[in-house]
Each structure stands twice: as C-alpha cells, then as structure tokens.
C-alpha cells in the first residue's frame, strides 16, 4: 500500500539547514494500526505529513500502491488527499463557522456525493460518534472532547483508504481518549491507521504496530499483532463536478458565517453604488449630451437630405413631381423647417411632459411600443422614457387629443392638437415623435412674435399673433375675419386696428400665458400668414447612395445639403473640445475605479484573511487549488450580483422622482454590470494569487 525508501527531509532557516527525517523505510498495508512514538522533535509529525501528501521529501522515494510519487505535481497530491486520506488533527482542524452537520457533509461534497447520499451518510456517521443532539450546532460552541469526536466523524464519513491521526487524544480525559482510541480500532479492519501519539500506554492494547524515531530516523519497529493484509475496495466515481462543488461549499460560506456575510454585502454595495455614482456623474455620454454639438439644432439622420432650387425660388408642384418620380427618394417633406423644430407638451394635471425632435424611424423601432402606430392625419406617435411609476399615465394619455406646441430654434411656437396614438418606450429622456406628411404641413405654421404695446394699429408682423384650437376659447366663435386680443394695460373700450380690421378688445381673465397676445381664428391666419417653402427635406432609400443623389440633384438645378456628413465633416473648436472632454472624463472614470478596486480590495483581504484557515482545512481534506480558488471567487461574485441587483432596484424606484438623473439605457446595464464583474475577479485574482502561491505545509504551520 505505502513504501517509503530511503526518505529524507530537511527545513530550511535563514541559513540553517534541519534534518527532519533520515534514511526512513518503511512498509504499510491495509489493515495495520500503526502507532507513532517519540520524543517532540523526533520527526513524528513530519514522517506523518511526508505519508499524507501535506508536506514533500528532498531524498528517497515514496510510493503508493507500487507508484512512484517523487514526479507528483499538486493536482496529484489534491487527488491523494481527496481519495485516499482522512485526516483527525489534535487541534482539530474544524471550519467553527460550519455545523457539526455541515462539517462532515463538506468531506462528502469534495469526494462528489449527491445531496441525498452526503446528508444520509453524515447522519448516520454523526449518530454512531454520539453527537446526534449537537447535529445543528456551531463547531465553535463544542467543548473539546465534541470536536474530536466531531474531527473523527469527517475522517470515517470519507471512503478512503489511510486515516492520520496527530495526537487525537492530546486533549481528552481518559474516557474520551479511550473511545477515540476503539472507533479507530474498529475502522483499522480494512483501513490503514497512522497514530501520532506521545501516550504510547494508552493506545497499546490497541494498536498492530509501533514505530518509534529518535532524531528523525527509526530506532523501534515492531509488530505487535498479526494482520491480515486486505486490498483495497473498489470505489464507484463520483459525478459532481468541481464546479458544482465549488458553488456548494460557497452556498456553506455565505450562510455559515452570517456577520462576515452581511459585512461582505455592506462592503460589495458600497463599492457597487460607488461605481454607479462614478458612472452617471462623469460618464462621457452625460457630459457630451449635455451641450448641443450643433448650435443651430439641426435634426440629424443618415437618410435626410435637405435641397433647394438653385435658382432661389419657391419649391412648386413641378419640383414635388420630380423628388416623387426620382426611384431612389422614399419621402419628400414640404415643412422641411418644421423637421428642426421641438414639439413639446406639458400637461401638468396629468403630470406628462413631453420633449422631442422628429424622428422617422420610430414606426420601424423594435422597442416596446404602448398602443399603436398613427395611420391618419393629426396622429402621433411619442418616444419616451417610460418607467413603472409613470407607465399608468403613459395608459391614460394614449387615444386623447392633446395640444402640442410647436416651437422653432428662435423660441417662436404655434399650438397644434394631435392625437396620441402610441408610445414608444426609450432607454433616453431625448424624446422624439413621428407624424404623416399632411401633419407635417400644418405644423408649418409658426407666426412672428415681435409686439410694440405702444402702437395700437398693429399688423401681423408687429405683435405676437397666435390661433388657439384650445376648447377655452371654442365659445368666441373665432371664424373668418373676427378676431379677439388680450391686453392687461389697454381699456376695455379702446379700438384696435389689426391690418385693416378692427378688434374687439377682451380683458384678460384666464391668466398672464394670454397677456398681451392677439387671439385670432386659424382660417385669418392662414389668410394674412402663410409660409412659404424654399426647401424641401427627403429621405433616400440606399444612403450609400448618396454621392449618386447628390449629383443627379445638382445637375437637376437643385443644392442639397447632408446633414449627416456635411456637419461632421465641418467640425468647429467646440466639437473638438468635446471630443477632448470625452476622452478625458473616460480616463477620469478609470481611473477612480481603478482607485476604488484598490480600496474594496484592502477592505475585502481583511475579511477574506479571516478565511484563511478554513480554506487551509478544505485543501488539507481534499478540496483542489482551483476549487479553492473558485470559491473565493464565486464567493465575490455572489455578493457583486446581489449588491447590483440591489443598486439598481434603488435606482429605479427613484429615479423617475429625482430630475437630471441619467438615464441608463441597455449598454449601460451591461457596462455597469461588467465593471463589477471585473472587481470582483480582479480582487479576487489578487488574493487568489498572493494565497494559493504558498505550500499547504506553510499555510498549516501558520494555523
């Protein structure tokens, strides 16, 4: 089973150089019970830790079933201590945050049983060392007798071939040592037994065999008693994967040590919230989207293509004919100006705010759309942010008419009522909305708004001129030539003349949005106000195409303007400005996250640092390298997911109450999501590596 030939091991100290062990050979066979004496510094627990794999040997060799191992790496010496060892220590060598139950299930766990198989195994081992009542108990409230019955219930729940016992009954009263001493007894029947003890006396009338050593060599090798040598049991593979292992024992960290839990959430949601904060305060997006790169607020796509008559005249149907009949035009647009202009709705009783620019694609957009799109005229279909606080009013408003205002870049607006058909929910607040072309031609009227109070015969081109289709003044019968003005500061029998016609002049009574305005039927502005159109917008079906459009146009007698490529190609000082500030918020960005992983990884070691031991019981009873390593990182990652999970509840429950918060769309889910995914590895790599780097043999002196 074990042969030792010719094994030597020295320590090495700052310069000195300590014969442990000395030319050992040795033979054992299953079925021995073998005791191990000697005077402290003897060698016996280090001949104990060379046949159980935890520390290496410089000379010699040793062998397993006739194997050598002297060519072993640390995955074959894992898998030696995982299938072939049990170990019972005289401290103990119990994870206390675990339960007694849990305790022996982690053995059974790294050796692959399933839940069923571990839990009915553990049971019943746990039952025959007589701690039944203690089952749901920390390890760390056993008195010491508890523990070792507890250490030997771990060893003899695993199908293994050798138990090593380190003094097992160093720190038991008689009683206990005794019954220690004949459960190890009964399993050396078909198990190989290595007992570590100072009290020979005690366990002589147990053991096979005694070893003594004396200055790291063996002065005494008798066989006490005649065993039958057995062979090794078959034992069946076990299916669960490290993986599944790994996750295991994480879900026994997280619930085993509750405090060191909770402290490791707070701790993970701090830098979680630290990282939101990071990334809404300086994220480029936010910072570049909140200045206009356009100062003339041009409404900007790939398809539009703005053209006008070279010869500076007013487009007419014959040019409408030509952009129809030209195949590689899908839309033509008269109210081209009115493609730049914002249409906005505030309706503060039913708390909705609109803001949007027009956007031709939203009846193609893949995103989820409440109510339908528009088919007729004086329909439209809105795009904005909508979140579950303000989704019931989105419900209500869809199928109203409501009156937008339709406000050009100067600031001058014109009211229109439209119905709301749909909406389409957007991962921005930038709005936007999408109208027929026949709409399109009633928005473009947006009157002059120059007003002199002092001069009472007034024309259009002098005061602030607007109709309203509003329900407040559907009574005046506001049709044909008639007209009403309101005026604060002038009598209520005072004459007015307004290009000819007089009118009635209405106090003000509703309130100062109607001071000081003329009031007038849409049928006389149109009458006295009427826009022409010196430009048309169109879109093109095939934008790569657009070199071919753009000549066919010009050679047609038509200029054509690309907002798309002519802006951007144009760049002022401003813009490159912007692109500067771009880039230096991203460096700003990474670079307090690069600070805040330094810190969550300071506060994070200091917790894990209380780990260490358990992760040092884990190898020593089998658990591999990287299982280890999967553990702490899965450990991270767990608490990452949960504290982001739960940042971003936060974030929406509030942030459709807190104004300018930005909004996140879908990419930024995801970048947030993968920096916290990339702390945690990082932190986790980082101890990983300084941990794992170390020998068990190391990690177990310094326990």
């Keep these: 089973m074990i042969k030792l030939t010719n094994i030597s091991k020295y320590y090495h100290n700052e310069g000195t150089v300590t014969l442990a062990l ?25 001949l104990l830790n060379v046949i159980a794999g935890i520390d290496s040997y410089e000379e010699g060799e040793l062998y397993i079933n006739n194997e050598e191992t002297s060519y072993y790496d640390d995955q074959d010496w894992e898998s030696y201590r995982r299938d072939k060892i049990a170990f019972i220590f005289q401290n103990y060598n119990l994870i206390d945050s675990y339960t007694v139950l849990k305790n022996v299930e982690t053995a059974l766990v790294l050796q692959g049983l399933s839940r069923a198989e571990r839990l009915e195994k553990s049971k019943e081992i746990i039952k025959r060392v007589g701690l039944e009542q203690h089952m749901k108990h920390r390890a760390s409230k056993l008195s010491g007798g508890q523990k070792q019955r507890l250490a030997i219930a771990r060893a003899l729940a695993k199908d293994v071939d050798i138990i090593v016992a380190d003094e097992p009954t160093g720190n038991l009263d008689s009683q206990s040592g005794k019954q220690v001493l004949e459960l190890l007894k009964e399993v050396s029947s078909n198990k190989l037994v290595f007992l570590v003890t100072h009290n020979y006396d005690q366990a002589s009338e147990y ?3 005694k070893i003594r050593l004396f200055d790291g060599e063996v002065v005494e090798d008798r066989v006490l008693k005649h065993t039958e040598i057995v062979d090794s049991p078959v034992r069946t593979d076990k299916t669960i994967s490290e993986f599944k292992k790994a996750l295991t024992i994480t879900r026994f960290n997280i619930f085993g040590q509750p405090k060191k839990s909770i402290f490791m959430f707070f701790v993970t949601l701090a830098i979680v919230a630290f990282v939101f904060l990071i990334y809404t305060s300086l994220n480029p997006k936010a910072i570049v989207n909140s200045y206009p790169v356009w100062s003339d607020g041009i409404n900007i796509y790939a398809e539009r293509v703005i053209v006008k ?12 004919n030509f952009f129809e009949n030209y195949s590689h035009i899908s839309r033509i647009i008269k109210a081209d100006h009115v493609v730049d202009y914002y249409m906005t709705l505030d309706d503060f009783e039913n708390k909705l705010n609109f803001n949007g620019q027009y956007s031709p694609f939203l009846k193609d957009s893949k995103s989820k759309l409440y109510g339908q799109l528009p088919v007729n005229d004086f329909e439209v279909l809105l795009s904005m942010f909508v979140s579950d606080y303000d989704e019931e009013v989105v419900l209500d408003i869809i199928g109203k008419e409501y009156t937008f205002s339709v406000k050009e870049k100067t600031g001058f607006s014109a009211p229109i009522k439209l119905t709301v058909t749909g909406v389409i929910h957007s991962d921005t607040y930038v709005g936007g909305y999408y109208v027929n072309d026949s709409t399109f031609d009633r928005m473009n009227l947006v009157p002059p708004t120059t007003l002199d109070n002092n001069q009472l015969d007034i024309s259009f081109n002098d005061v602030m001129i607007s109709y309203y289709p509003d329900q407040i003044f559907s009574s005046r019968d506001l049709i044909g030539n008639q007209a009403n003005i309101y005026y604060s500061n002038i009598s209520e029998n005072a004459t007015i003349i307004l290009d000819g016609v007089e009118l009635e002049v209405v106090p003000n009574v509703y309130n100062k949005f109607y001071n ?25 079906n095939d934008i790569n195409k657009i070199n071919e459009v753009e000549k066919h146009l010009f050679n047609n007698g038509y200029y054509t303007f690309v907002p798309s490529i002519d802006l951007k190609n144009n760049m002022d000082l401003g813009y490159i400005g912007g692109v500067i500030e771009y880039v230096s918020m991203t460096l700003i960005m990474i670079f307090m996250i690069f600070v805040l992983y330094l810190m969550g990884y300071l506060i994070i070691r200091i917790v894990l640092n209380t780990r260490i031991k358990d992760y040092t019981i884990l190898r020593i009873i089998g658990a591999r390298k990287s299982l280890v390593s999967n553990l702490i990182r899965f450990e991270l990652l767990i608490f990452f997911l949960i504290s982001y999970a739960v940042a971003f509840g936060v974030y929406f429950a509030i942030q459709s109450n807190i104004a300018n918060i930005l909004p996140f769309s879908f990419s930024d889910f995801l970048a947030v999501l993968f920096i916290n995914i990339l702390m945690s590895l990082f932190i986790s790599r980082k101890f990983i590596s300084k941990r794992m780097s170390s020998t068990l043999y190391s990690d177990l002196r310094v326990e």
Excluded at 27 to 46: D, H, Q, R, W, Y
């Design 207 to 209: 053991v096979s065999r």
């Design 309 to 320: 008559r070279q010869d500076e005249k007013v487009m007419d149907e014959s040019d409408y």
């Design 516 to 540: 000081n305005a003329v009031i007038i039927s849409e049928e006389l502005f149109i009458e006295k106000y009427q826009r022409d159109n010196y430009q048309y917008t169109l879109h093109i």
């Design 22 to 46: 000395h030319k050992i050979n040795l033979n054992f066979n299953l079925g021995e019970f073998v005791a191990i004496t000697g005077e402290s510094g003897s060698g016996k627990s280090t």
